[in-house]
């Protein structure tokens, strides 16, 4: 980070005292990644100056890795000439990803640079929802035919590969388009030049469809370790490929997404935090927080149907914060495990009966382990160290009853509520803390105060 920090420096020293020579040489040994990193720093008048700099090349891969506020002000300042050599240099996919970030009269400027072939495989791209597969695919690939050769084949890729996201992989489809196998570079190179594509390629292809989830299909990606994924329409005619990088993106997204939920956020933005404006971060979290308050009324309830229990025993109100934690405390680690455990297609709603029998038999020794300490530390400190007359063996041993109860019934909550909203539709996420700790809190309550009343006879 230090590093960077001072690279960033040198620059913007370099570009006032206008040592373009030196500044070029510094960032043709740049990586693309690191080149967007600087210019994200700087958005001035300088970046257009320090963006023509870069070999064409590197210009257009750094563009790509560039967030869309720098692109947003880098196409503004670019002409119209330097606008489609950036454009002629970018995947496809990429460029679509691009426009779906920018306002209107940008992607107008961007359509009217690109080509009509260019535009009608944008326009295809963007009808696709925003979470398939199409959304996500790029259509530059390599194609090959049953019946060529290796030597065919080579020069084939040799020819068009320039172009295409990955080579790596090549695809082979008939006159049809339509997927017949796949076939790596690796396996062309080490043929005899007369063999036939249709005898060396792989027929048990794994591929996805136009509409399958973008989830979905990172989740395959990951499962099989493929550098890209083959996508198909409904006729099974090669459309498009997924590659790693698009997974890559696809799963920060969405764990993203699922950490946000997770804390009672909305997710509304894919920005940096400390891109994300005040306006935009309160309307993402004012609504579950007004949710979870207005739920939180149904704890003030309980607590004040049991009034005169307590005002008979005013001691058991210093226990009901530790019951209440460790009851929210205990009902998330059991949904974030099952959440976890969903996303990666460990378990599925069939299992949720072993997942409840393995839940419970874990709440049954955490309640008893926590229930000892619990009857300790009442005793040991409540009563003896702080001299609390009214912390009888009565009333710990009421504290430590609903401990282990308020364990098991977290524990079932938070493993089951996932599980159900998952195969109801819904994202388990919105199941975790604090909803989770919302619901155990009120029945933490219940069982303490029907635990007292029978007990302490209140």
Do not use: H
Request: aromatic residues 6%.
């Amino acid at each position: 980070m230090e590093s960077n920090v001072t690279l960033q420096e040198t620059i913007e020293s370099l570009l006032k005292n206008k040592k373009y020579a030196s500044l070029r040489d510094i960032l043709t040994t740049m990586n693309p990644v690191d080149i967007a990193a600087i210019f994200e720093e700087i958005q001035d008048e300088k970046m257009p100056l320090l963006y023509r700099l870069l070999p064409k090349d590197t210009a257009a891969d750094a563009f790509v890795e560039m967030d869309d506020e720098t692109q947003q002000f880098l196409i503004q300042s670019l002409s119209d000439t330097e606008l489609k050599e950036v454009l002629d240099d970018m995947f496809m996919d990429d460029v679509v990803d691009m426009i779906e970030e920018m306002p209107a009269n940008v992607v107008k400027r961007i359509l009217r640079q690109s080509t009509p072939e260019d535009r009608k495989k944008i326009n295809m791209l963007l009808k696709f929802p925003e979470d398939s597969a199409g959304s996500i695919m790029t259509t530059e690939l390599v194609i090959l035919r049953p019946d060529m050769t290796a030597e065919e084949a080579i020069k084939r890729i040799r020819r068009t590969g320039v172009d295409k996201e990955t080579i790596y992989t090549c695809y082979v489809a008939d006159n049809l388009s339509k997927l017949r196998g796949i076939i790596t570079i690796k396996d062309l190179l080490l043929a005899d030049d007369d063999d036939k594509v249709k005898d060396m390629m792989d027929t048990n292809v794994i591929s996805v469809n136009t509409y399958t989830d973008q989830e979905e299909v990172a989740t395959i990606i990951k499962k099989y370790d493929f550098l890209a994924l083959p996508v198909v329409d409904t006729e099974n005619r090669l459309v498009g490929i997924v590659t790693v990088d698009d997974a890559v993106d696809v799963m920060e997204d969405e764990a993203t997404e699922d950490i946000q939920k997770m804390a009672a956020i909305t997710p509304n933005t894919d920005k940096p935090y400390l891109k994300i404006g005040i306006f935009d971060t309160w309307k993402s979290r004012i609504p579950w927080l007004l949710l979870l308050m207005i739920s939180a009324t149904f704890t003030g309830m309980i607590i004040s149907s049991f009034e005169d229990a307590l005002a008979t025993s005013v001691v058991l109100t210093a226990f009901i914060p530790m019951l209440m934690d460790t009851g929210g405390n205990s009902g998330s680690q059991a949904s974030v495990t099952v959440i976890r455990a969903i996303s990666l297609d460990e378990i599925e709603f069939k299992d949720l009966f072993r997942v409840l029998w393995k839940e419970i038999r874990v709440a049954f020794f955490c309640g008893i382990s926590l229930s000892a300490a619990a009857f300790a530390k009442v005793i040991l400190v409540d009563r003896l160290l702080m001299g609390n007359t009214e912390v009888t063996i009565a009333v710990a041993l009421v504290v430590c009853l609903t401990l282990a109860l308020t364990v098991v019934v977290a524990k079932i909550i938070g493993c089951c509520l996932p599980m159900i909203a998952y195969k109801l539709g819904f994202d388990p996420a919105v199941m975790a803390s604090p909803f989770i700790t919302t619901i155990v809190d009120a029945v933490s309550l219940v069982v303490y105060f029907l635990i007292a009343t029978n007990i302490l006879g209140i």
